[in-house]
C-alpha cells in the first residue's frame, strides 16, 4: 500500500483551498490545512474530514502577515515531521486601501509574496530532503496588471496605492519566486498557476469587504466555482509527469507575461526578499 503524502495548504479554510484540501483527502493524503481564524479553520476542518472520510486532516494556525507566526509553524511542523511531499501556497488577499502586516511591509505584498516566500524556506529542510516533493504556487494572470514588471523602488506601494495593481504585482512576485526556486531547488518540483477567475470570498472577507464587493459584483457572474478553480493546483500536487520552473492553466503549461519572463528580476526580487525576511 502506497503511503500517504503530506500536504500543507496555506489558506485552506474557505475558496480553492478548501477544495484543494477536500479533494486531496479524498485521495487519502495527509493534508495540513492552515488558516489565520482558529474558529474558520476549525470548523473547515470538520467539513473536510466529514466529506472526504479521511481523519488524517489536520489543522495548523497560520498567520502570514507575521513573521512570528510563520516562523513557529515551520518550527512545530518541521519538529514533528521529518519529509514534506508538497506545499501548496494559496493564500491570498486583496486589499482596497494599505494595510502593512506585523513587520511593517504593505500587506498584500507580505501576505501574497514574503509570507509565503519565508514559509518555503523555512521548511526547506523537509522539503529538500523529501523524494519528489513539489511547491506549488497559486499566482493569477492578474500578473499582467503588472505590465512594465515591479517597481523595485517601491515594491512596499507608499508613492502609490491602487488595489488591483499592487495584486498584480504580488501575483507576478509569486510567478518569479516559483522560477527562481525552481532553479536554485533542482530536486524540488515547483510550478505556478492561474487558477481561473473564481466565484469565492477572495477579497470580500476583510475590513474592506463592501467596497471590493462593488468593484466585482459586475464580473462575478463570470467567475467558475471554486471546486473547478482548484483543479490545477490538485494537478500540481498529484499528477506524475510534470516538469518545474513552468506556469499552468487548466491543468497545462501556459506562457506568461513577457514580464514574468524576465529571470534577471526574479534573482533581484529573491536577494531582496532574503532581506526583507532576514529578521524573521
Known amino acids: 500500500m502506497t503511503k500517504p503524502r503530506t500536504v500543507i495548504i496555506t489558506g485552506a479554510n474557505a475558496g480553492i483551498g478548501l477544495e484543494t484540501a477536500h479533494a486531496l483527502a479524498r485521495q487519502g493524503e495527509r493534508v495540513i ?7 474558520r479553520g476549525a470548523d473547515a476542518l470538520t467539513q473536510v474530514r466529514q466529506k472526504s472520510g ?4 489536520e489543522l495548523m494556525i497560520l498567520d502570514l502577515a507575521s513573521f512570528a ?16 511531499d508538497v506545499l501548496i501556497n494559496n493564500a491570498g488577499l486583496v486589499l482596497s486601501k494599505r494595510e502593512e502586516t506585523a513587520e511593517g511591509f504593505e500587506m498584500t505584498f507580505g501576505v501574497n509574496h ?13 522539503l529538500t530532503g523529501t ?11 492578474a500578473h ?19 488595489a488591483f495593481k499592487v495584486y498584480g504585482k504580488s501575483k507576478l512576485a509569486n510567478i518569479y519566486f516559483a522560477r527562481e526556486l525552481a532553479r536554485r531547488w533542482p530536486g524540488v518540483k515547483v510550478n505556478s498557476l492561474h487558477p481561473g477567475f473564481v466565484r469565492s470570498r477572495f477579497g470580500l472577507d476583510g475590513d474592506n469587504s463592501r467596497i471590493m464587493e462593488i ?5 462575478r457572474p463570470f467567475a467558475i466555482s471554486p471546486t473547478k478553480g482548484a483543479r490545477t493546483s490538485i494537478y500540481l500536487a498529484s499528477e ?4 518545474t520552473g513552468e506556469y499552468y492553466f487548466r491543468c497545462r503549461t501556459s506562457t506568461p507575461s513577457v514580464a514574468a519572463r524576465n529571470d534577471e528580476a526574479a534573482r533581484r526580487l529573491w536577494a531582496i526578499s532574503e532581506e526583507l525576511t532576514a529578521r524573521g
Not at 69 to 84: H, K, M, T, V, W
Not at 240 to 243: A, C, F, R, W
Open 69 to 84: 507566526s510563520i516562523s513557529q509553524f515551520a518550527r512545530e511542523f518541521s519538529d514533528n515531521n521529518d519529509e514534506l
Open 33 to 39: 490545512m492552515t488558516a489565520r481564524d482558529p474558529k
Open 144 to 162: 499582467k496588471f503588472a505590465k512594465n514588471g515591479l517597481d523595485f523602488d517601491d515594491l512596499q506601494a507608499e508613492k502609490s496605492y491602487s
Open 240 to 243: 506524475s509527469d510534470i516538469g
Open 131 to 141: 523524494k519528489d516533493s513539489r511547491v506549488v504556487v497559486v499566482s493569477s494572470h
Open 215 to 219: 468593484a466585482m459584483y459586475p464580473i
Open 114 to 126: 514574503l509570507g509565503h516566500f519565508l514559509l518555503t524556506q523555512k521548511l526547506g529542510n523537509v
Open 54 to 57: 479521511n481523519q488524517s486532516v
